[in-house]
């Protein structure tokens, strides 16, 4: 099987924009979780995603959302960029045996 | 709310020592544990899962045990070598199924030959 992917790997923005990272499952996991890691902060979670629904949110303002297509599919968008949401962002998938599986990450730099 | 303690912050050995990284976790309510490891920039790989009814997993040269009642974990490395130095992060599921896992901070290891 394929392994987690996620688009782009790399992405350079300016303060104010806003910019969507896309994450595929591995086939037949329909949980998919987000995450964003910085030196200061560690792992932290944004949200879970199963069956087109978010089931799960972590502690982070409205600015970051996201959405799960039928196909499992994910993409979360950060709106009106800070510089502090510079980071690793990271998704993972999972089905029922709950190991988590990790994307490689897009290296979002805010400039 | 749930902490994850991982020591040390840091680990710097000898190719060939046999290593002992610790996780603990403060709330045992948990449905399981994961170890993952971490290459510099990388996404996390997934190294043993241990579900809350097991005490222990083992993989190649990697060992993991659980003990759910002092709320510790540990990662066991055989005979390392320079191609284990990585970051190593835990993660604990809380039961209850909210999915939602927190992880240490991680023990940074360097194998140098």
């Known amino acids: 099987k394929a392994g987690v992917t996620q688009t782009p790997r790399y992405l350079i923005k300016t303060r104010g924009q806003q910019v969507t990272l896309s994450c595929s499952p591995i086939?037949?996991?329909?949980?998919v979780s987000w995450y964003q890691q910085t030196p200061g902060q560690g792992l932290q979670f944004l949200f879970e995603y199963f069956s087109e629904t978010q089931r799960n949110k972590g502690n982070f303002p409205g600015r970051f959302s996201g959405r799960q297509f039928s196909n499992s599919r994910s993409e979360m968008n950060v709106s009106t960029l800070e510089l502090g949401d510079s980071a690793l962002y990271l998704c993972?998938?999972?089905?029922?045996?709950?190991?988590?599986?990790f994307g490689p990450g897009t290296r979002l730099t805010v400039l | 709310k749930q902490e994850v303690t991982q020591i040390p912050a840091a680990l710097s050995v000898p190719e060939g020592e046999n290593l002992v990284l610790n996780c603990s976790f403060t709330?045992?309510?948990?449905?399981?544990l994961q170890w993952f490891r971490q290459d510099p920039g990388k996404g996390l790989t997934s190294l043993l899962l241990?579900?809350?009814?097991?005490r222990e997993q083992t993989s190649g040269r990697l060992n993991a045990s659980l003990d759910k009642s002092s709320g510790r974990s540990t990662l066991y490395i055989a005979a390392s070598q320079p191609g284990d130095s990585a970051t190593y992060l835990c993660?604990?599921?809380?039961?209850?199924?909210?999915?939602?896992?927190?992880f240490g901070r991680g023990t940074s290891l360097i194998v140098h030959p």
């Open positions: 086939s037949g996991h329909r949980s």
């Open positions: 709330d045992s309510a948990i449905y399981n």
């Open positions: 993972a998938s999972r089905e029922v045996s709950n190991e988590q599986f």
């Open positions: 993660a604990v599921d809380p039961s209850g199924g909210s999915y939602i896992p927190t």
């Open positions: 241990i579900q809350s009814s097991q």
